[in-house]
Nanobody
């Protein structure tokens, strides 16, 4: 199970770092993704990091603004969000792709969803 934290109310252009802590020791076996769901919209994948941390992928709307990293020793995956926009407002979740160690063009079976953390970008 993941536990997300770090969400907040910020202004456009601000930065936030979200954390996703994984209880247990399975992080090193799976690619992990950050996802978000805005009101009235479907959940979308935002970023992915491979099991060894060497590969990453991002949805086009956040490329150049968001980075993803992982600290396996701390069982934590981070999402650094810069130059936040109003359209980044959503509940952010993380999950493990238990079918993959690398980030692909599509997600496999996602598991260990957390409860999410709210990010609100508003002036």
């Amino acid at each position: 199970q993941f536990v997300e934290s770090g969400g907040d109310l910020v202004q456009p252009g601000d930065s936030l770092r979200l954390s996703c802590y994984a209880s247990g020791l399975f992080l090193q076996y799976y690619a992990v993704g950050w996802f978000r769901q805005a009101p009235g919209k479907e959940r979308e994948g935002v970023a992915c990091i491979s099991s060894d941390g060497r590969g990453t992928k991002f949805v086009d709307s956040v490329k150049g603004r968001f980075t993803i990293s992982r600290d396996t020793a701390k069982s934590t995956v981070y999402l650094e969000m810069n130059s936040l926009k109003v359209e980044d407002t959503a509940v952010y979740f993380c999950a493990a792709d238990i079918e993959r160690t690398q980030c692909g063009t599509r997600w496999g079976t996602l598991a260990y969803w957390g409860q999410g953390t709210q990010v609100t970008v508003s002036s």
